[in-house]
């Protein structure tokens, strides 16, 4: 009995660690679709610029980057290895413009993509830089 609630405990433990890992992911997202939004981007003037369209913005990129980016990778690999890598980058500004085109109401022309990708790939090495993630 003691056991089972220990082994409960840290199954509760690491659930709230991914938790709470995923939560920081998606504000991070969010602050840098704002920043992306609002300085390549442009927003309808209907759309509200209010706290969800940039959190949306920050869960549809996370999803996204999740789901869609693993896919594309694998089925380009022969085109990212002839390319030495470069390929890998239009991947991610793919990624970019297919989040900002989901998203009601923002807009992005092509360079804005390339600039977003850059932005967003510039706050997530700081991000990974200033915090340490351990696996144990």
């Known amino acids: 009995s003691f056991i089972k609630t ?9 659930i709230r660690k ?6 920081f992911r998606w504000l991070i997202s969010g602050v840098g679709m704002w920043l992306v939004i609002n300085l390549f981007g442009s927003i309808d003037a209907g759309v509200t ?5 940039y959190a949306t ?3 549809v990129f996370s ?4 789901i869609v980016r693993p896919l594309t990778t694998l089925l380009s690999l022969p085109l ?19 989040t900002i085109y989901i998203l009601p109401g923002v807009h992005i ?4 993509a390339v600039l977003g990708t850059i932005t967003m790939s510039l706050l997530n090495s700081l991000v990974n830089f ?7």
């Open 6 to 14: 220990q082994k409960y405990a840290k199954i509760i433990f690491m």
């Open 18 to 23: 991914q938790l709470s890992l995923f939560i």
């Open 49 to 53: 610029h209010g706290f969800w369209l």
């Open 57 to 59: 913005a920050g869960l």
């Open 63 to 66: 999803l996204v980057n999740s």
């Open 80 to 98: 990212i290895i002839l390319s030495m890598g470069i390929f890998a980058l239009m991947i991610n500004i793919a990624m970019m413009a297919l």
């Open 109 to 112: 022309d092509f360079w804005g």
């Open 130 to 136: 200033m915090v340490p993630t351990r696996h144990s």
